[in-house]
């Protein structure tokens, strides 16, 4: 739900405004890892609090819940505006939390990459320079298979072998 920035002003205390606005796109690229986790934290707590009270409210409006004050809440108008602008400002966080969690992620791939590679190309091959004949005194030597690995998975051959059989004997009955 799109509110205007009047709206949110009006919902939140300042301590709330300012987390806000550090969740805000150009704020919160500049943040640390750590300030980013901090921030997480901070306005997860607020707005589970949010959260808490709204529904706090709403069981006071129905008659279920003690009031907290003299008398019991007629409206929760703020309170859901204030859950709102917080949820949103934790969809914001997360979102950027899980976007450097996949950027790490993919230069950790790269770098495993490129270790792996260069593991590859440093290791020496595991026979000698090719003959014509082996000899027995230098040792056996491993043979490549040149064979290319069936890609079909064995459970579809199986399957494919049954239904065959199956339709033969469908045949044979007739």
């Known amino acids: ?42 306005l997860r707590e607020r707005r589970d609090k949010a959260q808490s009270d709204a529904h706090r409210l709403r069981r006071e409006m129905r008659g ?3 009031p907290k004050g003299a008398q019991a809440a007629t409206r929760d108008q703020g309170t859901k ?10 969809r914001r966080l997360n979102s950027e ?3 450097r969690r996949q950027l790490v992620a993919r230069i950790d791939l790269v770098e ?5 590679l260069a593991l590859k ?3 020496k091959p595991a026979r000698g320079a090719d003959f014509n004949t082996r000899q027995a005194h230098q040792g056996m030597r491993a043979v490549e298979n040149t064979r290319a690995k069936s890609l079909v998975r064995p459970m579809e051959r199986g399957r494919l072998r049954k239904a065959a059989a199956v339709a033969q ?5 007739k």
Not at 18 to 23: A, G, H, I
Not at 169 to 173: F, G, L, N, S, V
């Open 64 to 66: 279920k819940a003690v």
């Open 112 to 116: 495993n990459a490129r270790a792996a």
């Open 97 to 99: 939390h899980e976007r």
């Open 169 to 173: 004997a469908k045949r044979d009955a």
């Open 1 to 42: 739900m799109a509110m205007s920035r009047k709206q949110e002003e009006r919902a939140l205390s300042q301590d709330e405004r300012q987390l806000v606005e550090k969740s805000r796109h150009p704020a919160v690229q500049e943040l640390s890892d750590a300030d980013l986790r901090d921030l997480i934290k901070t």
């Open 121 to 123: 190309q440093d290791k």
């Open 81 to 90: 505006v204030k859950l709102g602008v917080l949820a949103m400002a934790m």
